[in-house]
Structure formats: structure tokens, C-alpha cells
């Protein structure tokens, strides 16, 4: 159901005011209407007006029928102007060009094109012309056009005709409205490092969504369409069964000026994670898919532009934790398992491995050994012997790797976490 708006009587061109035409032009917006609410007056019985305002709320056509003191009632209100157009939305318009003279008008051609501020679109559903127009009658055409701009549009509206008399007329309208934005879309990423079960790093998106428009959404989609570089996967549901309910309940819906967060994990695809190297510095992981139903079932979408994301910076050389166990007993050694990866393309590498004791994490092994050379975007996988001599959270550093060629050296701290228990204690318990 849509109902018309009258737009503003919109402007005419300067010299075609002068003019009395015998077409009139009307320019009309589609919208939908919405439904009536009334402020409910009650007191109670004791009070002086007694029932009187109950009686006056049943007899009220506006409320409900057994729920009077409901604000909503069931009955729609029509739109009393042009109203608020939203990014997004579709932008539906009535034009009508009617004879007001009492003779047959000739060749009229009805052009209607929308102005932003980069481009000018025709919404003109047919460019010709009807051969003639009766007295009191009139061409109707309606425009629709998806909304892709913020800031001002314009609405031109073009009619030319030739009278009896053969002469050619021409005349136009602009109606000037805004365009508004709904969402305020924030992201963020995060790097993490791959599991001890994979070899590829995930990233994660948080997409912060905001309605500041004046009047509830419902959000029927959120999706992300990743590049070809990556797989992703919605953290956005519960799994309850054999389906997942959605972490936002059964109604989706987002109030004016709240925010909801929107999380996604993307893994980069073996084909290009196999390669070291490949998804370094900025790279395209993909964009926003968002859809939204406002009043009566209105519905608007965006997407948002490529989102970007700058690569973690590894360097020359990558050092990963591949295994590693999640618990061990104090000053009893333990092994694990690096991954060093050349993430240069073009040189090789002569690696010599240094162990650093600290505080409470002491190597086992010889410190200053030939790792041998590493060809350009290859890997290479070490097992090293370590143990703690303090209880608790450890952190594992001291790693030092030196390339001889170019007598560079690159410190690896913190690569990983431990945990450290008596010997004598369960570590389950």
C-alpha cells in the first residue's frame, strides 16, 4: 500500500514563468503511511471525572476495542509532508501532466532526471512522445530509483508540447530534497596468529552498526561477501540443535541511536595461505551487505565499500609456534615446535637460531647453531627443549634469529604462554 505526498510546487525556470502553459505539472512522493497513535488520558474511579475518560476513549474510532489505553490504534495516517528519504531506500515518485485548456495538445513529451552531485540519471520509464492529450485529461508515469547518495538531489521534471497553432512549448520543475544517512557503520580488525591444527592466519571483523535514523529498524540481513582471497564465517548465532538462533533473539530489531556489533572470522584460502608472503601489506578482505525494513515493511540496503585491512608485518622472517603443550610441570623440560618461514621473494637466507635465557624460562640445547640457508618464501620446522623454573602463566621468549649474510638480527618475545604446575599437582585440577 502506498499513498501520495505532494511535493513542493517546485521551481520554475525564470522566462517559462512568464508563460501561461495549458499542461499542468504535478509531482507526487510514494510512501507508505503510518499507523495512528493517540495519548490515552485515564484516572482512576475515585477520581472526579469518574469514568468519563474511559467512555470517551471506547467511543474514540482511533483506539482499539478493548485496549483503549494502547497508545496505537488501528487506523493509518496519512504522511503530511515530503518526509525523511534515507540512503539506501527506494525513491518512488507519481508524476501526472494534465490539460487544463479546453484544446487538443500535440507531441508531449514528459522527462523526468534525478541530479546528485556526480551524476544526472534519467528515471523516465518511456522517452516518447504521446501523439496528443484531450482537455482534462492527463499522463501519469511513476519513477522509482535505489538511493546511492548522501547530500542533495534534485528532481527535474521536463514537459514540452506543441499547441494547435504549431508552436512548440517548453517548460520545467525542480524539487530539491535530502538525502540522509541511516547507519553509521564502524569496523575493526583483529590479527590472529593460525591454530596449532592449521597453517593460516584468521582475521577477524567486528562491524559496528548504529540506527541514527528516528524510528526503529528491523534488520532483516547483515551478511559479509568476502574477496576472493578469503572464507568466511558468521559468529553471529548460537548454536541450539540442528539450527543456530541468532545472538540478537527472534526480533531483530534495532532502536533509534542504539548500536549492535557484528562479528565475522575470515581465513585466508590455501591457495594463497600456502604461499608466505602473499597477504602482506593492504589487502581487500570484502564489504558489508546490509538490509533493513522500516515502517510498514519499507526497505532499504547498503553495502559498503572494499573494507581494507593492513597486514601484520612479519618482516624477513616469520617465527610461529606449531606445537606446544597448554601445561607442564616446574623444571621438568618440555618440547615445542617452530615454524620459520622467508617471507622475502627474492633472497636467501643463512640462518643462525640464539636462545636467550630470561627470568624464568631457560633453554635447553646449543644456543648459536647453523639452521642452514632458506630459500626465498620457504619454511623450515625446529623442535626446541626448554623448561621453567617458575610456577604460574610463563611467557615464552628469548628467541633470536640472525641472517649472516646481511649480520641482521630479528628478536622473537612473548611468542606463546604456558602454563607451569608442580610436579606433585594434577594438572586437570
Known amino acids: 500500500m502506498q499513498v501520495k505526498v505532494q511535493a513542493d510546487s517546485g521551481k520554475m525556470d525564470v522566462n517559462q514563468a512568464k508563460q501561461e502553459h495549458l499542461l499542468a505539472l504535478k509531482v507526487m512522493r510514494l510512501t507508505k503511511p503510518t499507523l495512528f497513535t493517540n495519548m490515552p488520558v485515564t484516572c482512576e474511579d475515585r477520581d472526579l471525572p469518574g469514568d468519563l475518560f474511559g467512555q470517551l476513549m471506547k467511543e474514540d474510532p482511533s ?20 518526509g525523511n528519504i ?12 494534465h490539460n487544463d485548456s479546453t484544446q487538443v495538445v500535440k507531441d508531449i513529451l514528459v522527462k523526468a532526471d534525478l541530479q546528485t552531485s556526480s551524476q544526472r540519471l534519467n528515471l523516465s520509464a518511456s522517452n516518447s512522445a504521446v501523439s496528443d492529450l484531450k482537455p482534462e485529461c492527463c499522463i501519469d508515469d511513476v519513477i522509482h ?32 530534497f535530502q538525502v540522509l544517512k541511516p547507519l553509521d557503520v564502524k569496523t575493526k580488525f583483529y590479527n590472529a596468529e593460525s591454530d596449532l591444527s592449521s597453517v593460516t592466519d584468521e582475521v577477524f571483523l567486528e ?19 568476502p574477496s576472493i582471497m578469503y572464507n ?5 548465532t548460537v548454536s541450539t540443535g540442528e539450527e543456530g538462533a541468532s545472538t540478537f533473539g527472534k526480533m531483530s530489531y534495532l532502536q533509534p541511536m542504539d548500536t549492535r556489533q557484528y562479528l565475522y572470522c575470515l581465513k585466508p584460502k590455501p591457495e594463497f595461505a600456502e604461499k608466505a608472503g602473499v597477504i602482506k601489506g593492504v589487502t581487500v578482505i570484502g564489504k558489508l551487505d546490509i538490509v533493513w525494513k522500516t515502517n510498514l515493511g519499507e526497505r532499504g540496503r547498503l553495502q559498503t565499500s572494499q573494507l581494507q585491512r593492513m597486514a601484520p608485518g612479519y618482516g624477513d622472517v616469520r617465527l610461529s609456534l606449531e606445537l606446544i603443550p597448554d601445561t607442564v610441570n616446574l623444571e621438568e623440560p618440555f618440547d615445542i615446535t617452530c ?7 627474492e633472497r636467501t637466507m643463512d640462518l643462525v637460531l640464539e636462545m636467550c635465557n630470561t627470568n624464568s624460562i631457560h633453554w635447553c640445547g646449543i644456543s648459536g647453531r647453523q639452521l642452514g640457508k632458506l630459500n626465498p618464501s620457504s619454511s623450515l620446522y ?7 623454573s617458575v610456577q604460574g602463566l610463563q611467557s615464552i621468549s628469548g628467541l633470536r634469529l640472525t641472517d649472516t649474510f646481511l649480520k641482521r638480527t630479528y628478536e ?4 606463546a604462554q604456558v602454563c607451569v604446575v608442580c610436579s606433585h599437582m594434577n594438572p586437570e585440577s
Open 63 to 82: 483506539t482499539i476495542k478493548g485496549a483503549e489505553t494502547i497508545m496505537l490504534g488501528e487506523m493509518l495516517t496519512l504522511p503530511q509532508n515530503f
Open 86 to 97: 534515507f540512503l539506501g531506500e527506494t525513491f518512488s515518485s507519481y508524476i501526472s501532466v
Open 145 to 176: 530509483h535505489e538511493v546511492k547518495e548522501i547530500g542533495t538531489h534534485i528532481l527535474v521534471c521536463a514537459v514540452s508540447y506543441t499547441t494547435q497553432t504549431g508552436e512548440k512549448l517548453y517548460f520545467r520543475k525542480f524539487f530539491k
Open 207 to 225: 562491524a559496528q552498526i548504529q540506527n541514527i535514523t528516528t524510528s526503529p529498524m528491523f534488520m532483516e540481513k547483515v551478511s559479509l561477501e
Open 232 to 236: 568466511v564465517t558468521e559468529l553471529n
Open 339 to 345: 615454524k620459520i618461514t622467508n617471507c622475502s621473494s
Open 382 to 388: 625446529i623442535t626446541l627443549k626448554l623448561l621453567s
Open 412 to 415: 622473537y618475545d612473548d611468542i
